[in-house]
């Protein structure tokens, strides 16, 4: 079946770290693929996202590119700040998807120190 | 502005009630979702509506119900047979096309069992 593994947080790091959380998946074809944000007591956003092979998907200073090879979408950021502190999630549109449903990973909390 | 409102943003439930989370949207998207957040495992979808009149069951749909009588509104009731409802409840919606925009989600209701 479609399943997202992320790697398990948190994710601790000071301010202007280099950051990488890991993404891995599980589908067949070609699904598209999703980053989303969550901040404390909130819903959550869309960061960004790349729908074929080879793409790279980039907002605010964060990018992934989708690697259909090693069936991943790291999400790597150059230099992070206190305000990125959040959990991220990893999640998939399978290629024949049914009703629109994504398929979320468990999370990865990232907490940034001054 | 168009967006998910959810309401209300904290609730508490005796045994042996039923509750109703509301969740609205003005985007004009045909699909809309419920899942459920729990700490370290991610989300879990409970039902989803493709379209007016008609909705699906999720991967935990027992213990809860649903309607979608109009295209704003899709409320969910946690019913008394749902042993273990204290969690975030997360409303999201889509248009057609997900892979090309994801999902918009409301800021979430916390429920808990008093």
């Known amino acids: 079946g479609n399943s997202v593994t992320q790697m398990e947080g948190p994710v601790t790091l000071s301010e202007e770290a280099f950051l990488t959380i890991n993404c891995t998946y599980t589908?067949?074809?070609?699904?598209?693929l999703f980053w989303y944000v969550q901040y404390p007591g909130e819903g959550l956003q869309l960061l960004l996202k790349?729908?074929?092979?080879?793409d790279k998907g980039s907002n605010k200073g964060f990018e992934a590119t989708y690697r259909k090879e090693t069936t991943s979408f790291h999400l790597e950021k150059g230099s992070v700040q206190v305000s990125d502190s959040a959990v991220y999630f990893c999640a998939l549109l399978p290629q024949y998807n049914q009703g629109g449903k994504l398929i979320f990973g468990q999370g990865t909390e990232l907490s940034v120190k001054p | 502005d168009g967006g998910i409102t959810q309401s209300p943003k904290y609730l508490f439930r005796k045994e042996g009630q039923n509750v109703t989370l509301s969740c609205e949207q003005n985007?004009?998207?045909?699909?809309m979702y419920w899942y459920r957040q729990d700490p370290g495992q991610g989300l879990r979808l409970i039902y989803y509506s493709q379209i007016v009149n008609d909705f699906q069951k999720g991967d935990i749909a027992e213990g809860y119900s649903v309607s979608r009588e109009k295209k704003e509104s899709f409320p969910l009731t946690v019913t008394s047979a749902q042993k273990n409802p204290t969690a975030f409840y997360l409303c999201?919606?889509?248009?057609?096309?997900?892979?090309?925009?994801?999902?918009?989600f409301g800021s979430g209701t916390r429920l808990t069992v008093v």
């Open positions: 589908a067949t074809g070609y699904p598209s």
């Open positions: 985007l004009n998207h045909d699909a």
């Open positions: 790349a729908t074929k092979a080879d």
């Open positions: 999201a919606s889509s248009i057609g096309g997900t892979e090309l925009y994801g999902y918009t």
